[in-house]
């Protein structure tokens, strides 16, 4: 069963201070790694989609990057308006349907 | 204007009773879901209907039943309610899965809460 983990659950940053999420995954063969931004009382947003190790995508302040094993999403000079809930998700191979299997999370905090 | 809409955004109900969530997606997507999320904030997807035909059902409670009447609507009707039904869920529509779209687009969900 594809399983996803991130960490850290929170992190709190001074605006202008990079940082980087992680997501570790276990897939019996990856279709696809996504980013979602979660604010708070609202549903989760499309960031990117990751396919194969390597892969890197840029989004304004955001990158997310792909291996094996792991996806990393980096803030660079991160603002107020970062604060958020980022979820990583996965699909695989055999998942049924367009099932993505989602991680818990990490809360996002940046302090002006 | 909304991409995906459902109704309500808040329910308070007794235990036992019934309840229906309706989902609406103005995309012209053909694929739609129902996710649940708990209070550790995991969603967890529950059904998905591609063109009003069932694809995805998960290990779910026969107290839940999905209904589409047609491929831009997708409802959500729990019976007898209990405490543990208590969450945010979530619809969402993409396009056809085939097409290996994982870009979901979601709605803003329906707080349940069951006393």
């Known amino acids: 069963e594809d399983q996803v983990t991130q960490s850290p659950e929170a992190l709190r940053l001074q605006e202008g201070e990079s940082s980087s999420l992680n997501c570790s995954y276990t897939v019996s063969g990856l279709r696809g790694l996504f980013w979602y931004r979660q604010d708070p009382g609202k549903g989760p947003e499309f960031l990117f989609t990751?396919?194969?190790a390597g892969e890197e995508k840029e989004k304004e302040r955001l990158k997310a990057t792909l291996t094996k094993k792991e996806s990393f999403l980096h803030i660079t000079a991160p603002k107020p308006e970062d604060s958020a809930t980022y979820l990583c998700?996965?699909?695989?191979?055999?998942?049924?349907?367009?099932?993505?299997?989602f991680g818990g999370g990490t809360r996002v905090l940046v302090k002006p | 204007d909304t991409a995906v809409s459902q109704t309500p955004k808040y329910l308070v109900t007794q235990m036992g009773n019934d309840k229906s969530i309706k989902c609406e997606q103005n995309l012209g997507h053909d694929t739609m879901y129902w996710y649940k999320q708990d209070s550790k904030k995991f969603l967890k997807i529950m059904f998905s209907?591609?063109?009003?035909?069932?694809?995805i059902n998960e290990t779910v409670p026969n107290r839940f039943s999905p209904k589409s009447p047609d491929k831009a609507h997708l409802n959500l009707h729990i019976n007898s309610l209990e405490l543990g039904d208590s969450a945010v869920y979530f619809c969402?529509?993409?396009?056809?899965?085939?097409?290996?779209?994982?870009?979901?687009?979601f709605g803003e969900g329906s707080r349940l809460t069951v006393l």
């Open positions: 998700a996965v699909r695989g191979i055999k998942a049924a349907g367009n099932k993505l299997t």
């Open positions: 969402a529509s993409s396009q056809d899965w085939r097409e290996g779209a994982g870009e979901l687009f």
């Open positions: 990751l396919y194969s």
């Open positions: 209907y591609n063109n009003k035909e069932l694809i």
